[in-house]
């Protein structure tokens, strides 16, 4: 696992510098690529992070937000997506096995933080095109 997180910072950094597109953040394609082969937590981080854009859109059109104020917002509202969705999905029954829906507790917010940024296709783009990578190089690796 060491070893995927240390391939997949160089990959990110390789690729944002050479293309400007950041996909999603320096520490998601990681995450992203450690649960590949769990799609439902995929699907439901891409959703929780598309909802907190847009939750953090209708929340700018009534209060000022910016900076880490705006972050800080993505990152609870992915936290609070996070246990909706795990309760939705497990019940009760999350609360004691620490079963999960989506990948992480930051991951949602930070995706949603840089689709906005960049625009939700861009991010969507590269983050696919990082993991691949990413995975690529692991396998020929391996």
Same mark, same amino acid.
């Given at each position: 696992?060491?070893?995927?997180?240390?391939?997949?910072l160089?990959?990110?950094?390789?690729?944002?510098?050479?293309?400007?597109?950041?996909?999603?953040?320096?520490?998601?394609?990681?995450?992203?690529?450690l649960?590949?082969?769990?799609?439902?937590?995929?699907?439901?981080?891409?959703? &929780?992070?598309? /909802?907190?854009?847009? =939750?953090?859109?209708? *929340?700018? @059109?009534?209060?000022?937000?910016? #900076?880490?104020? $705006?972050?800080?917002?993505?990152?609870i509202?992915?936290?609070?997506?996070?246990?909706?969705?795990?309760?939705?999905?497990?019940?009760?029954?999350?609360?004691?096995?620490?079963? &999960?829906?989506? /990948?992480?507790?930051? =991951?949602?917010?930070i *995706?949603g @933080?840089?689709?906005?940024?960049? #625009?939700?296709? $861009?991010?969507?783009?590269?983050?696919?095109?990082?993991?691949?990578?990413i995975?690529?190089?692991?396998?020929?690796?391996?």
């Amino acid at each position: 696992m060491n070893e995927l997180a240390i391939l997949s910072l160089v990959v990110t950094l390789i690729f944002t510098e050479a293309t400007q597109l950041v996909p999603g953040g320096i520490v998601v394609p990681f995450y992203f690529a450690l649960y590949l082969e769990e799609p439902v937590k995929i699907a439901a981080t891409l959703v &929780s992070a598309l /909802i907190a854009v847009g =939750v953090v859109r209708l *929340l700018g @059109n009534v209060t000022i937000l910016y #900076g880490r104020r $705006k972050f800080a917002l993505y990152i609870i509202i992915g936290l609070v997506e996070k246990a909706l969705f795990t309760y939705l999905y497990f019940g009760d029954s999350y609360l004691f096995y620490n079963l &999960s829906m989506t /990948i992480g507790y930051l =991951v949602p917010g930070i *995706l949603g @933080n840089q689709m906005e940024k960049q #625009g939700c296709v $861009k991010t969507l783009c590269a983050l696919g095109v990082v993991v691949f990578l990413i995975k690529l190089i692991q396998l020929i690796l391996t």
